[in-house]
C-alpha cells in the first residue's frame, strides 16, 4: 500500500496558475501509475490526468488537456500536477491517487486526503 499526501492548493484568480504536489510513502512509489482526479460537491469524483509508472505516457481529461500538466520524480517519491490558465469551474479539491487502468477508465486504488481548489472569477 502506498500513502498520499497532497500540497499546494489554494485560491488563484482566473487566468493564474497553481502547482499541486503529492508525497508518496510506503511501497516502491515507481512500481505505480499515478494520476489526479478532483470533485466538487454532489458531483461524482472526476479523472483529471494520469502517468505511467515509467513516466514515459501521459493521459488527461478533454476539460485540461492543454493547460495541465502531470509529471513525477521517482528520486523524491512526488507526483505534481502544473495548472494553468485556471477557470472557475477548475474549482474543486483534488485528490492524488495510485491508479491502474480498467480498459478506457482510470480508477484509483489507494487516495490522499485530497488539496482545495478555489479560482475565482
Known amino acids: 500500500q502506498v500513502q498520499l499526501t497532497e500540497s499546494g492548493g489554494g485560491l488563484v484568480q482566473a487566468g493564474g496558475s497553481l502547482r499541486l504536489s503529492c508525497a508518496a510513502s510506503?511501497?516502491?512509489?515507481?512500481?505505480?501509475?499515478m494520476g489526479w482526479f478532483r470533485q466538487v460537491p454532489g458531483k461524482e469524483r472526476e479523472f483529471v490526468a494520469a502517468?505511467?509508472?515509467?513516466?514515459?505516457?501521459?493521459y488527461y481529461s478533454d476539460s485540461v488537456k492543454g493547460r495541465y500538466t502531470i509529471s513525477e520524480d521517482n528520486a523524491k517519491n512526488t507526483v505534481s500536477l502544473q495548472m494553468n490558465s485556471l477557470n472557475p469551474e477548475d474549482t474543486a479539491v483534488y485528490y492524488c491517487?495510485?491508479?491502474?487502468?480498467?480498459?478506457?477508465?482510470?480508477?484509483?486504488?489507494?487516495w490522499g486526503q485530497g488539496t482545495q481548489v478555489t479560482v475565482s472569477s
Open positions: 510506503g511501497r516502491t512509489f515507481g512500481s505505480y501509475h
Open positions: 491517487a495510485a491508479v491502474i487502468r480498467r480498459g478506457t477508465r482510470w480508477v484509483g486504488t489507494s
Open positions: 502517468i505511467t509508472w515509467s513516466g514515459g505516457t501521459t
